[in-house]
């Protein structure tokens, strides 16, 4: 059962996209420029900028959670508290870059103390496991 740690870990790294997404459609809408894509930052529309920020961010947190998940699947973690960690983690990423986008900062604040909160949880877990 802790290959719901490896399946999280590949799912984390497609929500990282999953922004880009939006990021991408917008750029087409105001006319693509191919010789300078980073500039066209500023031409954006707001949410597409904000999309911009929850692809950056998915960057960031994908690296603790996935140190944290692929620990807890190598020490062994069998717990039904590291699956609600791993997936809640999954579902708040995917809540937070939503919310990001739509402009609802309160409810992205909270998604992304449930994903920390989550990455938490499985370190600690592991940490647990390793001592007993």
Known sequence: MTVIFLYSI???AALIYAPFLVVGYARISIGYDISAPRTMFDKLPPYAQRAT????????????????AMMAYVTG??????????IAFIVARLLYSIFYIVNIPI?????????????????ILSLIQVSS
């Open 107 to 123: 409810l992205r604040s909270l998604m992304f103390a449930i994903g920390g909160l989550g990455s938490a949880t499985l370190f």
């Open 10 to 12: 590949v799912a984390a």
């Open 53 to 68: 920020w929850a692809h950056q961010n998915s960057f960031e947190t994908f690296m603790v959670f996935s140190a944290a």
């Open 77 to 86: 973690v069998n717990s039904p508290w590291a699956f609600v960690a791993a």
